[in-house]
């Protein structure tokens, strides 16, 4: 009798030990990430997008993708002033060297820019005719692709569009008028629409659309990614119920396997330095699955006011470089994910202005 007490006193107790550690490990798993999350995150830098500022750590590598303003995209790069002219000439001569689509020259006019620091050139060209019907009547139409390319310190911006309205194709020359560089380590003063090295001054028209999207990711790290875009103007979001009925819907039409699978960490109305908004923080995965992180803020926008545009701030893991198709576990633990996101999260906020700029 005494020796199966003494069995079943030593099973309990190394199954409390078993236990123990696990609960040490765990938290000494905790206490690491939240270190490695303290680290990654001193310093943070202020990073501009469009009309609004974001902190991220200083150790993110970041990118401005998706660029655009009334209708025309824009990227920028870094390079030498010799380097710009002789790519804008090869682009140059191969649109001379191309008819459009009635056989005729593509190229229909070059203009020179040489105004506020930058120089370089406009080609409009690659005209397309088309037609449809309006009841019983035909009615021609044509289109034609513009191209800017302006240069100023060793950055390079390619503005360009395609299928654009010829009798308003001419606001290529409104949008490079607005286009300032900003200077290197500074967060602009002046109000506007920021895109990285350079912004697009006030006033700009009611009637034009901005977007840009910022990237993100430590190199160190590449499990995890971060994007950020804001998108403002005469955009639609009337048919867009919002991010909780999106995920919602989602979620109601998941089969109950998946279901299983996927827990909602946090899902409801955040309103971040005045900006009201829609949060969802989920994660994908069981048992014998890598866990997957899925963190979302998202806040629709008001038509009538850039300064109010629609939002997508988005974090997750999982991503990988090697080609595989299985989700790369996170470098993080979920209680430091939720640190990381909210330590970023909260600094979204309205870039502040001085007073307005003059008209160009």
């Known amino acids: 009798m005494n020796q199966k007490n003494e069995s079943g006193t030593r099973f309990v107790g190394i199954v409390a030990l078993v236990l123990g550690l696990s609960i040490v490990y765990a938290w000494g798993n905790n206490v690491m990430d939240r270190f490695k999350v303290a680290r990654l995150t001193d310093p943070m830098r202020p990073v501009c997008v469009g009309r609004y500022v974001i902190d991220l750590p200083d150790k993110m590598k970041v990118t401005y993708r998706s660029v655009f303003l009334n209708g025309f995209w824009i990227s920028n790069r870094r390079e030498s002033e010799s380097a710009f002219h002789a790519r804008v000439a090869q682009r140059e001569a191969q649109i001379n060297a191309e008819q459009n689509t009635s056989g005729l020259a593509s190229m229909e006019k070059v203009s020179t820019v040489d105004t506020n ?29 513009a191209e800017a390319y302006v240069h100023s310190q060793g950055i390079s911006f390619n503005i360009i569009t395609d299928g654009y309205d010829p009798d308003q194709v001419h606001g290529i020359h409104e949008v490079i008028a607005r286009l300032r560089l900003i200077e290197p380590g500074t967060l602009p003063t002046t109000p506007g629409f920021c895109l990285g090295p350079a912004m697009f001054i006030d006033p700009i028209p009611a009637d034009w659309t901005e977007g840009v999207g910022v990237y993100a990711g430590f190199p160190e790290h590449p499990d995890l990614a ?19 009925a999106r995920h919602q819907r989602v979620y109601d039409e998941m089969p109950l396997w998946r279901k299983a699978l996927t827990r909602r960490i946090r899902l409801g109305a955040r309103a971040i330095n005045g900006v009201q908004g829609e949060e969802v923080i989920q994660v994908k995965g ?28 988005e974090i997750s893991t999982g991503h990988r470089r090697d080609g595989r198709r299985k989700p790369a576990p996170s470098f993080l633990g979920e209680p430091a ?17 001085a007073a307005p700029a003059s008209a160009p």
Do not use: C
């Open 117 to 145: 620091g930058f120089t370089g050139k406009t080609f409009i060209f690659g005209r397309k005719f088309g037609y449809y019907f309006e009841g019983p009547l035909r009615v021609d139409y044509s289109n034609v692709a």
């Open 226 to 244: 971060l994007s950020f875009y804001t998108r403002a103007g005469l955009i639609n979001t009337n048919g867009d119920p919002g991010r909780l």
């Open 286 to 313: 069981g048992a014998g699955h890598t866990h997957v992180y899925f963190f979302d803020w998202e806040r629709l926008a008001d038509p009538q006011d850039v300064m109010q545009p629609q939002m997508h701030l």
């Open 337 to 353: 994910l939720l640190d990381l996101w909210h330590t970023i999260s909260s600094s979204v906020r309205v870039r502040p202005t």
